[in-house]
Structure formats: structure tokens, C-alpha cells
């Protein structure tokens, strides 16, 4: 397979209640990217990315128009299983994404749409755990879990899928300083393209070589990550803001490691 | 409310046995409580043994149980009711002109509802949730009907914590209404607390189909009972059934 | 109040046959709602469920002191419609009775009929007929709902004392017990109804499309594309129309379940089902030496004439419930003819 990993092309999109989100977003991400999608509240980064596997859009019946590419391949109703397998989507809030019973439920219930019976299933869940570091909490009920923990275990269901684009919503959004951390560790560790809808401008900075700038359901920015954050008139623009203190010319980032 | 419902967290030979096992066991046992009349009274007698019989090798502490029998209470106000509103022949209690139909009514209604909460107990607090589940779709509950059950009880906590929350909210701003306003605030409350519940609804379901859901979810049991944790689970219900025969053998 | 049934209030046969009912029900829903599910996923019914779980669980006040609590029938079946909230009470009723060991398991059956089968179709059926009446548009569903609710209640409650005069215990004075719950439950209803509008006036102010009920009261969408250019869709139509010749069949279906059902009783009782059941043991026995000639012997004997009464009251409620639900169905099926031609 050849071509970008997500391409999107004049993608518009309105919800079932008439409230428009998209105007028209264009797009590229190449395979192997670390990309941070960045905006202020309410301006369709959440919307976009359903769009990514197709859970939104005209393909899965909902009104809009435009064109997404997922590997080169276009989106169609009948590419939909491979799409969802390749474009694994983390939710913002991990009781949305944490729906059965136990963990290892959870994490088994993507392979096992997928086809995966037995032993072998076991083994996709033992590893996708191992991945995220709770393949001791396989047991638990969700509510068991801390909040850390359970954005661990969002992480691991869709690991356990093997996808080729990993689509994060606010990753470190509601995590303590320590569970943010062990997060981008992971993160930073996995073999994925990689993009993140996030407000954590550092975090931003520190995974993502490259930057996204959303508002009124268009990209109004594209380019690298430092040179975004350091652009204060458009910052201000679009209601973005730096944490007191922080210079984003000043610190290591993802470019520096190599 | 948690949702791990009324499970105590030890290990008893009780709480090893296979949910689907347990939940029979339990309609026989309260099946054959309700069939039996109400003017047996040994066989109550023996039925209230087994019970306790079961909560002690469940390694249930008494004062659970105890606690969780007041959710009968309306019904004990009910049946406290009967002998001064029934019709028919009255008999003289202490001073007080009762009807006969009326007390054997009570008696009935507070031995067979006590029976049966208490067993009922029995399963909730040895069986936890998935295991629940697991039992009901063995025991070919519609598949649909599972999923739903299971989808309730998975987001009973997020729900009543979000119900809490609200309610903290509505206090801390000096909340205290009088009956209107309190019924009010309420209402209000809770029509956000739909919007956002259905609104998880939806996204959960996007969840679920953004990992390959295509209408069928997967089996939750992976194993059946043996013949010995039949014979276990329901040895109580058996001996229960025993007695509601021989109840009715006596009595003819 | 009365809420959940427990174990040995009504008489076994009582319970068998509403066990028969509520499976019935359930099974039909099933299938009905079956396609909505397969679209909204089984999710939206356990999240719905959840809510009406903790919402079941606000008390508000009613009157000398004590207090109610939403039933949630009428509301759930405006929000997600009749065949999925008959689903999702019922599953509430299930979690009550086995994970939290309220409500007896024999007595699902019961507590189904009453609280997921009865107040949702008294509740849905009244808001569709009001909704023919009112004005086309949204907020119509509001009143309209809150009517379904306020009547849901009572209508419950007249259920429970037709099932007492069937398969109640002990012999009381119907017309006593009837005006009693009725009255009471009038008052219920009412807060059944200021939480059933203050939900929906919520959920059409926020999200209009959810409302199952006035689905068909949506206006179009307008579309801004990538250019600029408006153009008007029409809103997604999740759930087909159905054509009126199958909305007259399930309701006809739907007034003879809940007929057959009740008249099931009226002329079974008090020969058919007594082989089943607490009674037969018991006017055997007291008719034997055992216990006659003590305070208990004449039990029997009122309890044939209670049978008769039950039979009675249970044929007039089938009938009214049957006409109620009749018309209504009628009156839908009549108004979305009219409207197809």
C-alpha cells in the first residue's frame, strides 16, 4: 500500500440537530508522523477525527460532503471494518471508551470483532496490556480503576487492535503530573503515525514535530509545532495560550531526539 | 450506587458457583416459597433454616442482610394494613377487632417477602456483575437484553455519580428549598442528567464501532457447570421443593 | 408507595400468568426495536436504563409527609420510543430484582407488567394521540408527554388493584383499595409529570433530535459547503417510516395482549388456574380437619366470593384498557393514513 496515511480533502459536516462543524478541512498526514491537532473549544478537532474511521460523514449515512483518504485508500462503506482496524481512536473521556465488564473484556472486544478466538486473542490482550503496563489489573471493573489507569487501559483497547494511525482525543487531559508523564512514555515509545487533539501545549510540543491549528471547522495553520506556539499573534487569534512560563524557543523537543 | 450492586467481596463455596447455577437455584427456592400456603407454618419455619443455612456458608455478615431487608418495608406497612381493612369474620387480638383473612393476608405477605428478599441476597452478594451476566446470557436471555444489562450496569456508577455531583452543585450554591422548589431544582437536574447520559450513550456507541462493532457483541461465559455444582447449588431449592410437597401431601 | 412487588404478594397462578405477559411483551418489544437498536446501539438503552435507575432513586414529596419517586415509563418511551423502553424498564426491574435484591423474582413478572409494560403504552400511546391534536411543531411534545405521564400512574395503580382483586392474598374491599391507590397515585403522577416535562423541555432546548416521539416534527438542516454555498438537507431518518397498515397491526396485537391478558383472568379464575397455586393448597386444607373450626376456616369461602368480584373488575379493566388503547391506535393509524394519500 502506497500514499499518505490520512488525507482529507473539502470535508464538510453538519449534525443531525443542524449545528454545523466542518467548513471545509484539508489535510495531509505521511505515515510515521507525530502530528498535535490544537484549537480552542468548539472548533470541530473532536468532529474531524470521528470522521477519520468513518463513524461521522456521509459514509456512515450522516449529512456532509468531501473526500478522506485513509493509506491511499478513499473511504467507502465497504472499507469499513479495515479502516476501523487501521485508525485506532482513543476518546477523550475513558468511561466512554471502557464499556465492558472487566479490562481484559475491554481490550479483547476489538480483536474479537476482528476475528480472534482463543488462545491467540488472549495473547493480542496480554500484549496490548503489557504495552500500557496494566497486565495486572486484566480483572478489574472499569470503576475499579483510577483515572490514570483507565486512560492506560483506553490506550491498550485500541493497541490491541494494531493500528497503523493512532488518533488520540486529549490524551492528558484530567491526568496528575506523574500519569501524564508514564503517558507520553508510551506514547513516545509506540511505532504508530500519531495524531493528537490536545489543549496541553507542551505536551504538544514534546511529542509532536508538527502542529495542526483548528478554528470555525478549518485548518487555519499548518506547520511545525515550535514555530506555531511561538507565533504569538496567531496564538491570540485563536485563543491558544502558553502555560506562565514556559518559552516554547527554549525547550528539547521530539526534533532534538532525532 | 456502586455498580457492583450488594457483592461482599469473600470466598465461600457459595460465591464459586457458577452464576447460572445460582439464579435457578434461586427461582426454585422462592417458586417453591410463594406456592406454599400460608397456613403451613413449620414449612416457613424450615425455609427460614435453609435460608440462614445459605448465609452462613455464603460467609455473609448478618447485618448486611439485615440492612438490605428494608427495601420490602412499603409492603410491610401494606401488610401491616390488611387485618384492620379486610372484610370477613373478625377475631379478637389484644383488644383489637381484626379480621382473620386479614392476619393469615399479613402473615403470608411478610413471610414469603422476607423469603425471598433474603434469598435473593443470597445471589446478589455472592455473585458479582459480569458473572451476572454471564449466567443470564447462559441461561439464553435474549442476546440484545444482555447487552443492554450489561451497558446499564457498566454505567450505573458514572450516572448516579454524575447525579451526585449535580446535587452537591445545587447545595453548595445554598440550595434548600421548600417543596415546589425542590421538586423544581430536581426536575431540572435530571433533564440535564438525561441529556448527558444519552449523549455518553452516543459516543459509546461510536467507541464501540470504532472497534469493528458490527451488531453482535462477544460471549461474556466461557464455561459451563458440572453435575456436582448442579447437585451444590441447588441443594437448598431441592430440599425447599421437597417441603412444598410435603406440605401439600399433610394438608390433604 | 407500592413500587416493587415482592415475593408472595400475589398468588402464584397471579404470577405465572403476568410472568407469561411481561415475557411476551418483552419478546414483541424485542423485535420491534430490534432495527433501532441495531442503528443507536444497545448503549443508548443501558445508558437510558442507568439514568432511569438513578433517577428512580430522587425522592420527591408528595404529601403528609411522604414522598414518591419517577417511575419513568411515559418519559423513556418519549425519549427512545414505546418498544425500546418497555426494554429498558424491564431491564431496570431486572437489575433492581437481582442485584439488588428488590423485588421479588417470582414477582418480576408482575412489576414488569405494572411499571414497564402498562406506563409505557398508557404513556406513549396518550402523547402520540395529543400530538395528532396539538400544534406541529417541537414544543408539542412537552404537554403531550406530560399528559402520558400524569395518566401512566394512576392507570398502573388501577392495574395493581385489578391484579389484587385476581390474585391478591387476602380479601379487602375493592372499591376501597382502588380509590385508595388511585387517589394516591393521582398524586404521584403528578410529580411523575413535572419531572417528565421539566426532562423534556431540557432535551428539546438542547438535543430536539432525541426525542423519539417527535421525530417527525424535525425541521430540515442547511448546509454551508467548502465554498460558501447553503443548500437544505433533510435530517437523517435513522428509523423508516412505517406504513400505517403494520402501526394498525401492532396495536391491535399490543389490545389484545394486554385484553387476553386480563380477561385470562376474568374467566379462568376461579376454576382454570386453580390447580396452580398457594390457594388450592390452602381451601383443601382449611376445608379438611386440620384447621377447621379455627380462625382460619372460613378463608376459603371468601375467597370464592372474592373471585367472583375479581372477575368482574378484571373484565372491566381489560375492556377500558383495551378501548383506551384501541382508539388511540386507531386515531394513529387513521391520522398517518390521511396524511400518506
Not at chain 3, 415475593?7 to 397462578?13: K, Y
Request: glycine share 12%.
Amino acid at each position: 500500500m502506497s500514499g499518505p496515511a490520512i488525507h482529507v480533502e473539502r470535508l464538510v459536516f453538519a449534525y443531525p440537530d443542524g449545528r454545523q462543524a466542518l467548513y471545509g478541512v484539508d489535510f495531509t498526514v505521511q505515515r510515521g508522523e507525530r502530528v498535535a491537532l490544537l484549537g480552542p473549544n468548539g472548533a470541530g478537532k473532536t468532529t474531524l477525527v470521528l470522521h477519520l474511521n468513518g463513524i461521522l460523514g456521509s459514509v456512515a449515512g450522516g449529512t456532509g460532503s468531501g473526500r478522506i483518504q485513509i493509506g491511499g485508500t478513499g473511504l467507502h462503506r465497504e472499507h469499513l471494518p479495515e479502516v476501523r482496524r487501521k485508525v485506532g481512536l482513543v476518546f477523550q473521556d475513558p468511561d466512554d471508551q471502557l464499556f465492558m465488564p472487566t479490562v481484559r473484556d475491554d481490550v479483547a472486544f476489538g480483536p474479537a470483532n476482528l476475528g480472534l478466538r482463543g488462545s491467540e486473542l488472549d495473547d493480542r490482550v496480554h500484549e496490548a496490556l503489557v504495552q500500557v503496563g496494566m497486565q495486572d489489573h486484566a480483572d478489574l471493573a472499569p470503576h475499579h480503576l483510577s483515572f490514570g489507569q483507565r486512560r492506560r487501559v483506553a490506550v491498550a483497547t485500541v493497541l490491541a487492535m494494531r493500528p497503523e494511525v493512532l488518533v488520540l482525543d486529549e490524551p492528558s487531559s484530567n491526568l496528575d503530573p506523574a500519569a501524564r508523564r508514564e503517558l507520553s512514555d508510551i506514547l513516545s515509545g509506540l511505532d504508530v503515525t500519531l495524531l493528537m487533539i490536545t489543549h496541553d501545549l507542551p505536551y504538544a510540543l514534546q511529542l509532536c514535530e508538527r502542529s495542526l491549528l483548528m478554528d470555525d471547522g478549518r485548518i487555519v495553520a499548518d506547520g511545525r509545532t515550535r514555530d506555531l506556539l511561538g507565533d504569538a499573534d496567531l496564538m491570540a487569534a485563536h485563543r491558544l495560550e502558553l502555560p506562565y512560563g514556559f518559552d516554547p524557543l527554549s525547550v528539547p523537543g521530539p526534533e532534538r531526539k532525532g | 450506587m456502586s455498580g457492583d450492586g450488594l457483592l461482599v467481596t469473600v470466598d465461600s463455596r457459595v460465591h464459586r458457583l457458577p452464576a447460572h447455577v445460582k439464579i435457578v437455584a434461586l427461582f426454585v427456592l422462592v417458586l417453591a416459597v410463594v406456592s406454599t400456603p400460608a397456613a403451613a407454618f413449620w414449612a416457613f419455619g424450615l425455609y427460614a433454616v435453609m435460608l440462614v443455612a445459605a448465609v452462613v456458608t455464603a460467609r455473609l455478615p448478618v447485618l448486611l442482610v439485615a440492612r438490605r431487608l428494608t427495601v420490602e418495608t412499603p409492603f410491610i406497612v401494606f401488610a401491616l394494613l390488611l387485618p384492620f381493612v379486610a372484610t370477613g369474620p373478625r377475631v379478637d387480638v389484644l383488644g383489637l377487632e381484626l379480621s382473620q383473612s386479614g392476619v393469615l393476608g399479613a402473615w403470608n405477605v411478610l413471610a414469603k417477602g422476607t423469603l425471598g428478599v433474603v434469598a435473593a441476597i443470597v445471589l446478589s452478594a455472592t455473585t458479582g456483575p459480569r458473572d451476572l451476566l454471564a449466567g443470564l446470557e447462559r441461561l439464553r436471555l435474549p442476546a440484545t437484553l444482555v447487552a443492554i444489562l450489561s451497558f446499564m450496569i457498566r454505567y450505573l456508577s458514572v450516572v448516579s455519580d454524575d447525579l451526585h455531583r449535580m446535587r452537591i452543585a445545587r447545595e453548595s450554591r445554598g440550595y434548600a428549598g421548600g417543596r415546589a422548589g425542590h421538586l423544581k431544582a430536581v426536575a431540572g437536574g435530571v433533564g440535564a442528567l438525561f441529556v448527558r447520559s444519552f449523549e455518553r450513550g452516543e459516543r459509546v456507541h461510536l467507541a464501540m464501532r470504532s472497534r469493528g462493532y458490527t451488531g453482535r457483541m462477544p460471549l461474556l461465559s466461557t464455561r459451563g457447570a458440572t453435575s456436582s455444582q448442579w447437585l451444590e447449588g441447588l441443594a437448598i431449592s431441592l430440599a425447599a421443593v421437597a417441603v412444598a410437597l410435603a406440605v401439600r401431601v399433610v394438608g390433604l | 408507595m407500592p413500587v416493587h412487588v415482592p415475593d408472595g404478594f400475589f398468588d402464584a397462578s397471579t404470577s405465572v400468568a403476568t410472568g407469561l405477559i411481561a415475557a411476551g411483551a418483552v419478546g414483541f418489544s424485542l423485535q420491534r426495536a430490534n432495527r433501532e437498536i441495531r442503528e443507536t446501539g444497545p448503549a443508548l438503552a443501558g445508558l437510558t436504563a442507568a439514568f432511569v435507575f438513578a433517577v428512580q432513586m430522587v425522592n420527591f414529596p408528595v404529601g403528609a409527609g411522604t414522598s414518591g419517586h419517577l417511575l419513568g415509563g411515559a418519559l423513556a418511551a418519549a425519549l427512545v420510543g414505546p418498544w425500546t423502553a418497555v426494554l429498558v424498564m424491564s431491564t431496570v426491574l431486572l437489575v433492581q430484582g437481582l442485584l439488588f435484591a428488590d423485588g421479588g423474582l417470582t414477582a418480576l413478572g408482575t412489576n414488569i407488567t405494572l411499571m414497564g409494560v402498562v406506563t409505557v403504552l398508557v404513556g406513549y400511546f396518550l402523547t402520540r394521540a395529543l400530538l395528532q391534536v396539538l400544534p406541529r411543531r417541537m414544543g408539542s411534545v412537552v404537554p403531550a408527554a406530560t399528559a402520558g405521564a400524569l395518566l401512566s400512574v394512576p392507570v398502573a395503580a388501577l392495574a395493581f388493584t385489578g391484579l389484587y382483586a385476581i390474585g391478591g392474598a387476602v380479601d379487602i374491599p375493592l372499591g376501597k383499595l382502588a380509590t385508595a391507590m388511585v387517589g394516591w397515585h393521582v398524586l404521584v403522577g403528578i410529580g411523575e409529570a413535572v419531572i417528565t416535562a421539566a426532562v423534556l423541555s431540557a432535551v428539546v432546548a438542547n438535543r430536539p433530535d432525541l426525542v423519539y416521539a417527535a421525530r417527525h416534527l424535525q425541521r430540515d438542516l442547511v448546509l454551508v459547503d467548502a465554498d460558501g454555498n447553503t443548500s437544505t438537507v433533510a435530517p437523517d431518518k435513522p428509523i423508516a417510516a412505517k406504513p400505517a397498515g403494520r402501526t394498525l397491526g401492532v396495536g391491535v396485537a399490543v389490545s389484545l395482549l394486554v385484553a387476553g391478558g386480563l380477561s385470562l383472568f376474568a374467566s379462568a379464575h376461579p376454576d382454570g388456574l386453580e390447580f396452580v397455586g398457594a390457594k388450592l393448597g390452602f381451601e383443601s386444607a382449611a376445608e379438611d380437619s386440620a384447621v377447621a373450626g379455627s380462625p382460619l376456616a372460613d378463608y376459603g369461602v371468601s375467597g370464592i366470593g372474592n373471585a367472583e368480584v375479581s372477575g368482574a373488575l378484571a373484565g372491566i379493566i381489560g375492556v377500558l384498557v383495551t378501548i383506551v388503547v384501541g382508539l388511540a391506535v386507531a386515531k394513529l393509524a387513521s391520522v398517518r393514513a390521511n396524511r400518506a394519500s
